[in-house]
Protein backbone atom coordinates (compact mmCIF):
# COMPACT_ATOMS: atom_id res chain seq x y z
CA UNK A 1 0.00 0.00 0.00
CA UNK A 2 3.20 2.25 1.03
CA UNK A 3 4.54 1.44 -2.33
CA UNK A 4 0.51 2.03 -4.69
CA UNK A 5 0.52 5.77 -2.57
CA UNK A 6 4.33 6.63 -2.86
CA UNK A 7 3.76 6.10 -6.87
CA UNK A 8 0.46 8.30 -6.95
CA UNK A 9 1.88 10.64 -5.43
CA UNK A 10 5.03 10.71 -7.98
CA UNK A 11 2.88 10.95 -11.06
CA UNK A 12 0.19 13.29 -9.67
CA UNK A 13 2.83 15.78 -8.81
CA UNK A 14 4.73 15.56 -12.28
CA UNK A 15 3.59 18.17 -14.66
CA UNK A 16 5.90 19.01 -17.34
CA UNK A 17 3.52 20.93 -20.18
CA UNK A 18 4.80 19.95 -23.57
CA UNK A 19 3.58 22.49 -25.16
CA UNK A 20 2.79 25.41 -23.31
CA UNK A 21 0.59 27.35 -26.40
CA UNK A 22 -2.47 24.98 -25.44
CA UNK A 23 -4.78 26.85 -23.85
CA UNK A 24 -7.15 23.52 -22.26
CA UNK A 25 -9.06 25.91 -20.60
CA UNK A 26 -11.26 26.68 -23.56
CA UNK A 27 -12.85 23.78 -23.82
CA UNK A 28 -14.17 23.51 -20.74
CA UNK A 29 -16.06 26.69 -20.50
CA UNK A 30 -19.40 26.27 -18.35
CA UNK A 31 -17.84 23.02 -16.82
CA UNK A 32 -15.91 22.13 -13.90
CA UNK A 33 -13.36 19.73 -16.05
CA UNK A 34 -9.89 17.68 -15.66
CA UNK A 35 -7.33 16.62 -18.63
CA UNK A 36 -4.04 14.59 -17.86
CA UNK A 37 -1.85 13.23 -20.66
CA UNK A 38 0.66 10.83 -19.20
CA UNK A 39 3.36 9.92 -21.65
CA UNK A 40 4.19 5.86 -20.75
CA UNK A 41 7.83 6.14 -22.19
CA UNK A 42 8.68 8.93 -20.24
CA UNK A 43 6.50 8.38 -17.31
CA UNK A 44 6.09 12.02 -16.89
CA UNK A 45 2.37 14.24 -16.85
CA UNK A 46 2.91 15.92 -20.04
CA UNK A 47 -0.32 18.05 -19.36
CA UNK A 48 -2.46 18.25 -16.60
CA UNK A 49 -5.23 20.74 -15.97
CA UNK A 50 -7.47 21.45 -12.76
CA UNK A 51 -5.35 19.61 -10.58
CA UNK A 52 -8.31 19.93 -7.56
CA UNK A 53 -10.49 18.65 -9.79
CA UNK A 54 -8.89 15.70 -10.37
CA UNK A 55 -8.89 14.64 -7.24
CA UNK A 56 -12.90 14.92 -7.05
CA UNK A 57 -14.70 11.45 -7.23
CA UNK A 58 -17.51 11.30 -9.61
CA UNK A 59 -19.44 8.42 -10.66
CA UNK A 60 -17.36 6.12 -12.63
CA UNK A 61 -20.76 5.25 -15.57
CA UNK A 62 -19.88 3.14 -18.10
CA UNK A 63 -15.73 3.86 -17.37
CA UNK A 64 -16.20 1.28 -15.21
CA UNK A 65 -16.61 -1.64 -17.99
CA UNK A 66 -13.02 -1.79 -18.25
CA UNK A 67 -12.25 -2.55 -14.84
CA UNK A 68 -15.64 -5.11 -15.48
CA UNK A 69 -14.15 -6.63 -18.70
CA UNK A 70 -11.00 -7.15 -16.71
CA UNK A 71 -12.75 -8.77 -13.95
CA UNK A 72 -14.58 -11.55 -16.27
CA UNK A 73 -11.85 -12.52 -18.45
CA UNK A 74 -10.22 -13.40 -15.79
CA UNK A 75 -12.68 -15.17 -14.23
CA UNK A 76 -12.87 -17.13 -17.09
CA UNK A 77 -16.93 -16.18 -17.55
CA UNK A 78 -16.15 -14.53 -21.08
CA UNK A 79 -13.90 -15.00 -23.57
CA UNK A 80 -13.86 -13.60 -26.96
CA UNK A 81 -16.51 -15.51 -28.50
CA UNK A 82 -18.74 -15.00 -25.99
CA UNK A 83 -21.95 -13.75 -27.62
CA UNK A 84 -24.37 -12.27 -24.99
CA UNK A 85 -28.06 -13.15 -26.34
CA UNK A 86 -30.47 -10.33 -26.70
CA UNK A 87 -33.78 -10.71 -24.36
CA UNK A 88 -35.97 -8.99 -27.01
CA UNK A 89 -36.52 -6.10 -25.01
CA UNK A 90 -36.37 -2.41 -26.73
CA UNK A 91 -34.11 -0.26 -25.48
CA UNK A 92 -33.25 3.58 -26.37
CA UNK A 93 -29.89 2.79 -28.54
CA UNK A 94 -30.54 1.04 -31.36
CA UNK A 95 -27.55 -0.53 -31.23
CA UNK A 96 -28.23 -2.43 -28.05
CA UNK A 97 -31.36 -4.18 -29.19
CA UNK A 98 -29.48 -7.21 -30.88
CA UNK A 99 -26.91 -9.77 -29.54
CA UNK A 100 -23.68 -8.54 -28.53
CA UNK A 101 -20.28 -9.68 -28.14
CA UNK A 102 -16.97 -8.53 -25.59
CA UNK A 103 -16.13 -6.12 -28.34
CA UNK A 104 -19.82 -4.35 -29.12
CA UNK A 105 -20.29 -4.44 -25.47
CA UNK A 106 -17.23 -2.15 -25.06
CA UNK A 107 -17.62 -0.87 -28.59
CA UNK A 108 -21.47 0.48 -28.07
CA UNK A 109 -21.48 1.19 -24.45
CA UNK A 110 -24.06 -2.03 -23.87
CA UNK A 111 -25.62 -1.37 -20.10
CA UNK A 112 -27.98 -4.66 -19.89
CA UNK A 113 -24.35 -6.58 -20.71
CA UNK A 114 -22.97 -5.59 -17.86
CA UNK A 115 -25.91 -5.90 -16.05
CA UNK A 116 -25.70 -10.13 -16.93
CA UNK A 117 -22.29 -10.20 -16.24
CA UNK A 118 -22.16 -8.29 -12.52
CA UNK A 119 -24.02 -11.05 -10.77
CA UNK A 120 -22.30 -13.70 -12.70
CA UNK A 121 -19.03 -12.35 -10.72
CA UNK A 122 -21.28 -12.06 -7.37
CA UNK A 123 -20.46 -9.27 -4.70
CA UNK A 124 -17.30 -11.13 -2.86
CA UNK A 125 -15.65 -11.36 -6.16
CA UNK A 126 -16.23 -7.94 -7.57
CA UNK A 127 -15.41 -6.24 -4.33
CA UNK A 128 -12.21 -8.58 -4.06
CA UNK A 129 -11.23 -6.88 -7.31
CA UNK A 130 -11.86 -3.28 -6.76
CA UNK A 131 -9.75 -3.53 -3.84
CA UNK A 132 -7.00 -4.94 -5.89
CA UNK A 133 -7.26 -2.68 -8.15
CA UNK A 134 -7.11 0.25 -5.80
CA UNK A 135 -11.05 1.45 -7.52
CA UNK A 136 -12.13 5.19 -6.25
CA UNK A 137 -14.28 4.60 -3.15
CA UNK A 138 -14.97 0.62 -4.15
CA UNK A 139 -18.55 0.99 -2.86
CA UNK A 140 -20.77 -1.06 -4.68
CA UNK A 141 -23.43 -0.73 -2.65
CA UNK A 142 -25.80 1.33 -5.14
CA UNK A 143 -28.56 3.28 -4.29
CA UNK A 144 -29.02 3.94 -0.89
CA UNK A 145 -32.14 1.52 0.16
CA UNK A 146 -32.59 -0.22 -3.11
CA UNK A 147 -30.08 -2.98 -3.02
CA UNK A 148 -29.49 -2.57 -6.56
CA UNK A 149 -25.53 -2.82 -6.18
CA UNK A 150 -25.30 -5.51 -8.41
CA UNK A 151 -26.92 -3.66 -10.88
CA UNK A 152 -26.55 0.02 -10.83
CA UNK A 153 -23.47 0.95 -8.37
CA UNK A 154 -21.49 2.06 -11.37
CA UNK A 155 -24.40 4.17 -12.75
CA UNK A 156 -24.56 7.68 -11.26
CA UNK A 157 -25.00 5.80 -8.28
CA UNK A 158 -22.13 4.62 -5.05
CA UNK A 159 -19.12 3.22 -7.11
CA UNK A 160 -17.09 7.12 -7.56
CA UNK A 161 -13.65 7.37 -8.99
CA UNK A 162 -11.35 10.35 -9.29
CA UNK A 163 -9.51 10.79 -12.70
CA UNK A 164 -6.37 10.89 -11.21
CA UNK A 165 -7.11 7.27 -9.63
CA UNK A 166 -8.65 6.70 -13.11
CA UNK A 167 -5.15 7.39 -14.24
CA UNK A 168 -3.16 5.24 -11.86
CA UNK A 169 -5.52 2.24 -12.68
CA UNK A 170 -4.77 2.56 -16.39
CA UNK A 171 -1.40 3.00 -16.17
CA UNK A 172 -1.51 -0.21 -13.81
CA UNK A 173 -3.52 -2.37 -16.63
CA UNK A 174 -0.83 -1.30 -19.64
CA UNK A 175 2.37 -2.31 -17.64
CA UNK A 176 0.43 -5.88 -16.58
CA UNK A 177 0.51 -4.57 -13.19
CA UNK A 178 -3.01 -5.53 -12.12
CA UNK A 179 -3.65 -8.97 -10.80
CA UNK A 180 -5.27 -9.86 -13.92
CA UNK A 181 -4.38 -12.48 -15.96
CA UNK A 182 -2.13 -10.93 -19.44
CA UNK A 183 -5.43 -12.53 -21.42
CA UNK A 184 -7.79 -10.68 -19.41
CA UNK A 185 -5.49 -7.27 -20.36
CA UNK A 186 -4.89 -8.07 -23.38
CA UNK A 187 -8.53 -8.62 -24.65
CA UNK A 188 -9.63 -5.43 -22.49
CA UNK A 189 -7.33 -3.61 -24.56
CA UNK A 190 -8.24 -4.56 -27.74
CA UNK A 191 -11.94 -4.42 -27.09
CA UNK A 192 -11.38 -0.61 -26.30
CA UNK A 193 -10.18 0.12 -30.25
CA UNK A 194 -11.70 3.06 -31.34
CA UNK A 195 -12.13 2.82 -35.22
CA UNK A 196 -10.59 6.50 -35.99
CA UNK A 197 -13.67 7.56 -38.28
CA UNK A 198 -15.76 10.69 -37.50
CA UNK A 199 -18.99 9.13 -38.47
CA UNK A 200 -18.65 6.08 -36.21
CA UNK A 201 -21.26 5.73 -33.41
CA UNK A 202 -23.33 8.59 -33.87
CA UNK A 203 -26.27 7.40 -32.33
CA UNK A 204 -24.54 6.71 -29.11
CA UNK A 205 -22.85 10.02 -29.02
CA UNK A 206 -25.21 12.45 -31.09
CA UNK A 207 -22.47 14.74 -32.20
CA UNK A 208 -19.37 14.51 -35.19
CA UNK A 209 -16.24 14.29 -33.56
CA UNK A 210 -12.58 14.96 -35.54
CA UNK A 211 -10.42 12.15 -35.98
CA UNK A 212 -7.19 11.46 -34.14
CA UNK A 213 -4.37 12.64 -36.79
CA UNK A 214 -1.00 11.32 -37.64
CA UNK A 215 -1.83 7.55 -37.56
CA UNK A 216 -2.28 7.41 -34.08
CA UNK A 217 -4.41 4.38 -32.54
CA UNK A 218 -7.37 4.89 -29.64
CA UNK A 219 -8.47 2.72 -27.21
CA UNK A 220 -11.10 4.30 -24.71
CA UNK A 221 -13.86 4.17 -23.16
CA UNK A 222 -16.78 7.08 -22.14
CA UNK A 223 -18.59 7.48 -19.20
CA UNK A 224 -22.15 9.39 -18.94
CA UNK A 225 -24.15 10.62 -16.48
CA UNK A 226 -26.82 13.24 -15.30
CA UNK A 227 -30.38 14.82 -15.29
CA UNK A 228 -32.00 18.02 -16.18
CA UNK A 229 -29.44 19.92 -18.16
CA UNK A 230 -26.24 18.50 -15.95
CA UNK A 231 -24.43 15.83 -17.06
CA UNK A 232 -21.32 14.32 -15.88
CA UNK A 233 -19.12 12.90 -18.71
CA UNK A 234 -15.63 10.66 -18.93
CA UNK A 235 -13.22 9.86 -22.18
CA UNK A 236 -10.16 7.89 -20.65
CA UNK A 237 -7.80 5.57 -22.54
CA UNK A 238 -4.90 5.09 -24.06
CA UNK A 239 -3.14 5.95 -27.88
CA UNK A 240 -0.69 4.22 -29.46
CA UNK A 241 1.61 4.69 -32.27
CA UNK A 242 4.71 2.31 -32.55
CA UNK A 243 6.22 2.11 -29.33
CA UNK A 244 4.73 5.39 -28.34
CA UNK A 245 2.35 4.92 -26.16
CA UNK A 246 0.37 7.96 -23.93
CA UNK A 247 -2.25 7.17 -21.01
CA UNK A 248 -5.02 9.96 -20.79
CA UNK A 249 -8.38 10.90 -18.78
CA UNK A 250 -11.08 13.55 -19.21
CA UNK A 251 -13.76 13.93 -17.26
CA UNK A 252 -15.91 17.17 -15.95
CA UNK A 253 -19.67 18.15 -14.48
CA UNK A 254 -21.67 21.15 -16.26
CA UNK A 255 -21.76 23.95 -14.02
CA UNK A 256 -24.74 25.90 -16.31
CA UNK A 257 -27.55 23.12 -17.76
CA UNK A 258 -26.23 22.23 -21.15
CA UNK A 259 -28.49 23.69 -24.28
CA UNK A 260 -27.87 20.38 -26.16
CA UNK A 261 -29.07 16.29 -26.65
CA UNK A 262 -25.27 15.13 -26.76
CA UNK A 263 -24.23 12.62 -23.65
CA UNK A 264 -21.46 13.40 -21.59
CA UNK A 265 -19.58 11.31 -23.02
CA UNK A 266 -19.43 12.39 -26.31
CA UNK A 267 -18.42 15.92 -25.18
CA UNK A 268 -15.66 14.20 -23.42
CA UNK A 269 -14.52 12.64 -26.02
CA UNK A 270 -14.72 14.98 -28.36
CA UNK A 271 -13.05 17.64 -25.75
CA UNK A 272 -10.22 14.83 -25.90
CA UNK A 273 -9.69 14.43 -29.59
CA UNK A 274 -9.13 18.01 -30.07
CA UNK A 275 -6.38 17.96 -27.39
CA UNK A 276 -4.82 15.13 -28.08
CA UNK A 277 -4.17 16.55 -31.81
CA UNK A 278 -2.70 19.26 -29.91
CA UNK A 279 -0.44 17.80 -27.74
CA UNK A 280 0.97 14.49 -30.40
CA UNK A 281 0.86 16.75 -33.30
Not at 44 to 71: E, W
Not at 146 to 171: C, R, V
Not at 182 to 209: H, K, R, V
Not at 227 to 247: L, P
Amino acid sequence: MRVLILTLFILLNQSVFANNNVNIGKYFIDKDGCFILYDMGTSKTVAKYNAKRCTQRIPADSTFKIALSLMAFDDKIINNNTVFKWDGKTRWLKNWNQNQTPRTWMQYSVVWVSQLLTPQLGMPKIKNYLQKFNYGNQDFSGDPGKNNGLTNAWLNSSLKISADEQLLFLINMVTNKLPVSYAAITNTFNNMYIDNNPTTDLSLYGTQFDTLKNNWQLHGKTGSSGSTGFRDGWFEGIVVKGKQKYVFVTNFSDTVPSSDNISGGGVAKKITIKLLNQFLD
